[in-house]
């Protein structure tokens, strides 16, 4: 399980491979997991992430602030306009127009 976390800690998205059922019954001793996503398409500023792990329901370990994350801004939209932390944390592509 991974968390991110903004910097009032909130949690901003969670990760858990319990939920997608995609995640293999056992493991090699040695190797590394990963995981994809989509795009996050988060607003500027430091966020830290937490991770956990769960062996036969049973929580085996849990780092919290593993590590920091910290996301520039970008022109996400194109227009040169920019979307600070106060008004969202995440961004999405959008279209408007008359239907």
Not at 7 to 15: D, Q, S
Request: glycine share 10%; net charge negative.
């Amino acid at each position: 399980m991974v968390g991110l976390y903004d910097e009032l800690n909130r949690r901003v998205f969670w990760l858990d491979s319990s939920i997608v059922g995609t995640f293999p019954d056992s493991l090699p001793k040695n190797g590394s997991v990963t995981c994809r996503t989509g795009p996050i398409n988060l607003t500027p500023g430091p966020f830290h992430v937490n991770v956990a792990v769960r062996t036969g329901g049973v929580l085996a370990d849990h780092i919290v602030s593993a590590c920091s994350v910290e996301v520039e801004a970008i022109d996400f939209y194109g227009t040169g306009k920019l979307t600070d932390r106060q008004t969202a944390l995440c961004l999405v592509q959008q279209e408007w127009g008359e239907q």
